[in-house]
């Protein structure tokens, strides 16, 4: 093979679509790029000149945050919880100038958040307006993960999303397939031209063999339900052990892993505890959601969301001791007490919504005060049932809940 005959292999290009088209990627031109983070490179240093803003999550991937930094680029936090960036964040972001909006899709690191579809339609509905923005979206977990992908492509005017497959093929595979808009894929390829040329063709057959055998799918498959128990068995090890038993080895011997397959997935103690709190949040709200469907009227939805949220059973009360160690982290950690007071918010967001749909008559101030009071008492009723259950039964629990509603919310 000579010069002349290196580049994009059209094969791996029409794999990809098709891949990218399985998950809702709306058509695009398509290069590649040295994994995603070389893809971010490229497509900021084609757009942006140092000193310009970038909207970048917050709390965010650390190597993203250094690369901002070395191109001299000015990072814009943006919060999130588990549905991904918040809108009013991004809102406000774009209203602080920044030109260019990077956006994880699943697994968001440090926090493992996913863009929800709701979450993506309403931030879709505001990017509309940008059309000069820059929309970057890395899909690193990519085959590995659980949540289907809700992008964002095609938003704004120039986009592209990344997926590399170093997660789920292995990292020393640096390649990651760019998606976008044919001006921002064109600078990407034509920047990639004068430099490092191209990736190389004998790792895109491998990929492309990789994408293709089936016995590699179930492998991959596998490494996920792998991850699925490592996550699963860190919930039951903080619920059993509570924050100081909470150790590699603990995680791993409720996995039935290796303390190595464990340090593989969480870092450290923080990234832990901040993935148990995700998956609690998750929990929570999908019982919520279903809760909340299930309901005749606002006040039977809101009655039903907050005795789904007590702790009367054992399963729940495990559930509250996560809740009780993660909080007693947060004391001694920004970053955790940032998590926390951002599901503990959109908790009570919930409420009062359903506070103001059970009550139209009342004003957004008493809707918002009721809301806080009942919230408390059910987080403080979850507190306390993981140290005496016998005081905090179940039927005491729903008693202190009925009893709120009445005063709180009464019968229009």
Request: proline residues 5%; hydrophobic residues 50%.
């Amino acid at each position: 093979m000579g010069y002349p005959d290196v580049g994009v292999l059209p094969e791996l290009v029409e794999a990809a679509r098709t891949r990218l088209a399985a998950d809702g990627v709306p058509p695009a031109e398509v290069t590649l790029t040295g994994g995603a983070l070389d893809g971010i490179e490229r497509l900021l240093g084609a757009h942006l000149r140092p000193g310009d803003a970038v909207a970048v999550e917050d709390p965010g991937w650390a190597s993203l945050l250094d690369l901002i930094a070395a191109l001299g680029l000015r990072p814009v936090g943006v919060p999130v919880d588990d549905d991904g960036p918040l809108v009013a964040g991004v809102a406000a972001a774009l209203a602080a100038g920044a030109r260019a909006l990077i956006v994880t899709s699943r697994a968001q690191n440090p926090t493992g958040a996913a863009v929800s579809a709701d979450r993506a339609a309403a931030l879709r509905t505001l990017l509309t307006g940008y059309a000069d923005l820059l929309l970057i979206e890395d899909d690193h977990a990519a085959e590995l993960a659980r949540v289907p992908l809700h992008p964002l492509a095609g938003a704004t005017t120039h986009w592209a999303l990344l997926r590399s497959v170093s997660k789920p093929y292995g990292p020393d595979l640096r390649l990651a397939v760019l998606a976008g808009d044919e001006t921002t894929v064109a600078r990407v390829a034509g920047r990639s031209r004068v430099g490092a040329g191209w990736v190389s063709t004998v790792l895109q057959r491998l990929v492309l063999s990789l994408w293709r055998d089936p016995t590699v799918t179930a492998l991959v498959d596998r490494a996920a339900e792998s991850y699925e128990r490592r996550r699963n068995g860190l919930l039951a090890a903080l619920a059993e052990r509570g924050l100081p038993g909470l150790t590699l080895r603990a995680v791993a011997e409720r996995a039935g892993c290796t303390t190595g397959m464990v340090l593989h997935t969480f870092a450290d103690k923080q990234a832990l505890l901040m993935h148990a709190r995700e998956l609690l949040h998750q929990r929570t709200g999908q019982r919520a959601d279903a809760a909340q469907a299930d309901a005749a009227t606002f006040r039977d939805a809101l009655r039903a969301v907050l005795l789904q949220a007590a702790s009367p059973t054992e399963e729940k009360r495990e559930e509250a001791r996560v809740w009780v160690g993660f909080l007693a982290a947060a004391l001694a950690d920004p970053v955790l007490a940032q998590r926390h007071r951002a599901y503990h918010l959109r908790f009570v967001a919930r409420v009062r919504d359903l506070v103001a749909a059970a009550r139209p008559d009342w004003s957004p101030a008493d809707c918002a005060a009721a809301a806080t009071g009942l919230v408390a008492l059910v987080e403080g009723l979850n507190a306390l049932a993981t140290v005496d259950p016998d005081t905090y039964s179940e039927q005491t629990q729903r008693t202190a809940i009925d009893t709120a509603l009445r005063v709180t919310v009464p019968d229009s």
